[in-house]
């Protein structure tokens, strides 16, 4: 009878993960742009950065093309070069590791706290080395990573912290919004994170040290402020001083982001809420494990992930993935720890650096969550997982056996 049933699905229409949410003004705030003087970087390009960099509480916030150019220009500012080492997750999207390479620099992967899924502060100390320039701390899922620790492990070394916020816009920390806190922090605008702009990425800093280096490195390595140039020059003299890039954002994309963080709020709260649903539904299933929340920081939930509890299970997780998905839910698992790519094996990073990140892996699901879906959508994932683990449930097989 069980197995009757899963072969109807809960519904018809597959839900995905995530999905941006799009209002007639934003529609407008871009084709406003569209009838102006600027398409590339103009006012509303400034206009995002001073709203970003308001809104989190840091000094400075510079755009770029997308969250990965912000990150290699965090790796640039910081100083990071050919053989310097960056202690970052294996539990994170390859471009918080990447950022490093781009520089020729070498990205040390350190262990996950087995309750948060963050960064390890004991983890990291012990891979400090004298070569090491920098920590990439991820907040992930939008749960900040444990700052205190790890600025204190910085300071004491003098290295500089890179925060991958990239699912923690609106999170906060001891009170204070992420943003204001590491010496840079990245955020990122795809449309699968809390606001987008197609494309997009942001550093926010206090450091106008840091700020004039993002500027430039976005734009080749030119300066066009007098103050800083090597030679003399008339008003239209400009000099290019090192090897940037073009990893600017456009108005058109700036122009959306600036409407979408109009509603950042709203769609953080409805976040929020959504995770509350579901761990209300699964605090009390003996087959998983909701995501622990740390009371020193407030999640801005960009991903809501289970962790299945195999020993009550008959099935593994690609199994439970399969069959939500025959569900029509939208499930994804965040993330294959970084070191497993081919890519990385090539460089000589072997399969087993961090056994909690690892074990964690072969037992994550990521539910739905994003601010437009509907009460029925959060309901019909509910449901579904609930269906699921108890159809793989062993208890209940065992039960059936003895009946
Ligand atoms: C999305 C994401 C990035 C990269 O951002 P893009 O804007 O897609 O380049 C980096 N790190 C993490 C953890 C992310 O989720």
């Given amino acids: 009878m069980r197995a009757s049933n899963l072969l109807h699905p809960v519904r018809e229409q597959m839900l995905p993960y995530a999905r941006q949410w799009i209002d007639e003004d934003d529609v407008d705030?871009?084709?406003?742009?569209?009838?102006?003087?600027?398409?590339?970087?103009?006012?509303?390009?400034?206009?995002?950065?001073?709203?970003?960099a308001e809104y989190v509480g840091a000094a400075y916030a510079v755009s770029f093309a997308n969250g990965t150019a912000a990150l290699h220009a965090a790796c640039y500012a910081a100083g990071i070069g050919p053989g310097d080492r960056v202690?970052?997750?294996?539990?994170?999207?390859?471009?918080?590791?990447?950022?490093?390479?781009?520089?020729?620099?070498?990205?040390?992967?350190?262990?996950?706290?087995?309750?948060?899924?963050?960064?390890?502060?004991?983890?990291?100390?012990?891979?400090?080395?004298?070569?090491?320039?920098?920590?990439i701390p991820v907040d992930f899922t939008g749960q900040p990573a444990d700052l205190d620790a790890i600025t204190e492990l910085a300071q004491r070394r003098g290295i500089v912290v890179?925060?991958?916020?990239?699912?923690?816009?609106?999170?906060?920390?001891?009170?204070?919004?992420?943003?204001?806190?590491?010496?840079?922090?990245?955020?990122?605008?795809?449309?699968?994170?809390?606001?987008?702009?197609?494309?997009?990425?942001?550093?926010?800093?206090?450091?106008?040290?840091?700020?004039?280096?993002?500027k430039q490195f976005r734009s080749h390595g030119i300066t066009r402020n007098p103050s800083s140039w090597e030679n003399e020059g008339s008003r239209?003299?400009?000099?290019?001083?090192?090897?940037?890039?073009?990893?600017r954002l456009s108005d058109l994309q700036a122009a959306l982001a600036c409407s979408q963080l109009d509603k950042l709020d709203r769609f953080v709260e409805r976040r929020r809420t959504i995770a509350a649903q579901y761990n209300e539904a699964f605090s009390s299933c003996p087959q998983l494990?909701?995501?622990?929340?740390?009371?020193?920081?407030?999640?801005?939930?960009?991903l809501y992930i289970i962790?299945?509890?195999?020993?009550?299970?008959?099935?593994?997780?690609?199994?439970?993935?399969?069959?939500?998905?025959?569900?029509?839910?939208?499930?994804?698992?965040?993330?294959?720890?970084?070191?497993y790519h081919p890519y990385y094996?090539?460089?000589?990073?072997?399969?087993?650096?961090?056994?909690?990140?690892?074990?964690?892996?072969?037992?994550?699901?990521?539910?739905?969550?994003?601010?437009?879906?509907?009460?029925?959508?959060?309901?019909?994932?509910?449901?579904?997982?609930?269906?699921?683990?108890?159809h793989y449930s062993i208890t209940e097989a065992e039960q059936e056996d003895s009946i």
């Fill in 29 to 52: 705030a871009v084709v406003q742009v569209l009838r102006s003087d600027y398409l590339t970087s103009g006012p509303a390009v400034e206009q995002l950065e001073r709203k970003i």
């Fill in 87 to 135: 202690i970052t997750t294996p539990m994170t999207f390859a471009a918080s590791a990447n950022c490093v390479l781009y520089q020729g620099g070498i990205p040390v992967f350190a262990d996950i706290d087995e309750q948060t899924y963050n960064l390890d502060p004991m983890a990291v100390e012990r891979l400090l080395t004298d070569d090491t320039k920098a920590i």
């Fill in 162 to 214: 890179i925060e991958d916020a990239a699912h923690a816009l609106g999170a906060e920390y001891k009170g204070r919004k992420v943003g204001q806190i590491s010496d840079m922090t990245m955020f990122s605008l795809h449309p699968v994170k809390h606001i987008t702009s197609g494309e997009g990425g942001v550093i926010t800093t206090n450091s106008p040290k840091y700020y004039e280096l993002l």
């Fill in 236 to 247: 239209w003299y400009y000099e290019m001083q090192f090897l940037g890039y073009n990893y």
């Fill in 289 to 302: 494990q909701i995501p622990y929340q740390d009371q020193a920081g407030v999640s801005s939930w960009h």
């Fill in 307 to 339: 962790q299945l509890n195999l020993e009550q299970l008959s099935a593994g997780r690609d199994v439970i993935y399969e069959a939500l998905i025959q569900e029509n839910i939208g499930v994804n698992v965040h993330y294959i720890p970084v070191y």
């Fill in 345 to 390: 094996r090539g460089l000589g990073y072997s399969g087993r650096i961090c056994p909690r990140a690892e074990r964690l892996y072969e037992r994550i699901l990521t539910l739905p969550l994003f601010p437009a879906m509907t009460d029925q959508d959060v309901e019909d994932v509910i449901q579904s997982v609930h269906k699921v683990i108890q």
